[in-house]
């Protein structure tokens, strides 16, 4: 279990690029505030979006914590919104995950400390 949170440790570091997507099951269950699905290449695809979408996106990891079969990470996304005025935005949040016994994630859910309008107002404060 030592091994997946040193990677886990390591994706947060390099997020979005060089993610280690063979920890996660072809199935995995991911949920967000803003979407909810199952697979691997979703989710893949999902952290691409972020690269390609967002400017300088960054995944700070506050605390990690492992029992038993769960981890919890507590964490800040932030990144720069491409408008003009070009906005920072800044998400508090942890991520419950659920590993199994062949050592893959299963589960991956995150959670914000606000709401998506608090989000959406980020970008249009000064």
């Given at each position: 279990?030592?091994?997946?949170?040193?990677?886990?440790?390591?994706?947060?570091?390099?997020?979005?690029?060089?993610?280690?997507?063979?920890?996660?099951?072809?199935?995995?269950?991911?949920?967000?505030?803003?979407?909810?699905?199952?697979?691997?290449?979703?989710?893949?695809?999902?952290?691409?979006?972020?690269?390609?979408w967002?400017?300088?996106?960054q995944?700070d990891?506050?605390?990690?914590?492992?029992?038993?079969?769960?981890i919890?990470?507590?964490?800040?996304?932030?990144?720069?919104?491409?408008?003009p005025?070009?906005?920072?935005i800044?998400i508090?949040?942890?991520?419950?995950?659920?590993?199994n016994?062949?050592?893959?994630?299963?589960?991956?859910?995150?959670y914000?400390?606000c709401?998506?309008?608090?989000?959406?107002?980020?970008?249009?404060?000064?």
């Open positions: 279990m030592d091994d997946i949170l040193n990677t886990i440790k390591a994706d947060y570091q390099q997020f979005p690029k060089n993610q280690h997507y063979d920890i996660y099951d072809d199935q995995v269950y991911f949920k967000d505030p803003l979407n909810e699905f199952r697979g691997c290449d979703r989710y893949r695809s999902m952290i691409g979006l972020i690269d390609r967002f400017k300088h996106p995944l990891l506050h605390q990690i914590q492992r029992n038993g079969n769960h919890r990470t507590d964490w800040t996304l932030s990144w720069t919104t491409p408008l005025w070009k906005p920072h800044a508090d949040g942890w991520s419950d995950l659920v590993v016994e062949n050592k893959k994630i299963v589960s991956h859910i995150d914000w400390h709401s998506r309008f608090d989000v959406l107002k980020q970008h249009f404060q000064s």
